[in-house]
Nanobody
Framework: QVQLVESGGGLVQPGGSLRLSCAAS????????MGWYRQTPGKQREMVAT???????NYADFVRGQFTISGDTAKHTVSLQMNALRPDDTAVYYC??????????????WGQGTQVTVAS
C-alpha cells in the first residue's frame, strides 16, 4: 500500500503565498519522480511542476516563475512554493508520484488533493 498525503492548502488573498507539502508512505522501493497537478471544475487535470529523482524540475508554461518545486525522492517528500497567487490559480492541487512498490513496477499514485482558493 502506498499513500500520498498533501497539506498546506487554504484561502489566500491575491498576491499572497502558500506552500504545499506532500509525503509518500507505505511500501516504497523507489520513486522515479514526484509532482504537483491541479484541477478546476469542468477542466482536465493539468501538470503544474514535477521533479525527478535527479532533482531536475519541470514546470508548466503558465507557472512563469511563480512557483518553485522542491523535493527529495529518497525521503519521499515534495513541496510546492506558490507566490504571487492569482484568482485563476484557484484549484484542487494533487500530489503525484511515480513509485515502485515491492514487486509492482513503477505506477502513478495520487494524493487526495488539497483545495487552494485565491480570493479577496
Amino acid at each position: 500500500q502506498v499513500q500520498l498525503v498533501e497539506s498546506g492548502g487554504g484561502l489566500v488573498q491575491p498576491g499572497g503565498s502558500l506552500r504545499l507539502s506532500c509525503a509518500a508512505s507505505g511500501t516504497i522501493s523507489s520513486i522515479n519522480s514526484m509532482g504537483w497537478y491541479r484541477q478546476t471544475p469542468g477542466k482536465q487535470r493539468e501538470m503544474v511542476a514535477t521533479i525527478s529523482r535527479r532533482g531536475i524540475a519541470n514546470y508548466a508554461d503558465f507557472v512563469r516563475g511563480q512557483f518553485t518545486i522542491s523535493g527529495d525522492t529518497a525521503k519521499h517528500t515534495v513541496s510546492l512554493q506558490m507566490n504571487a497567487l492569482r484568482p485563476d490559480d484557484t484549484a484542487v492541487y494533487y500530489c503525484s508520484a511515480d513509485i515502485r512498490s515491492g514487486a509492482v513496477w513503477y505506477t502513478d499514485y495520487w494524493g487526495q488533493g488539497t483545495q487552494v482558493t485565491v480570493a479577496s
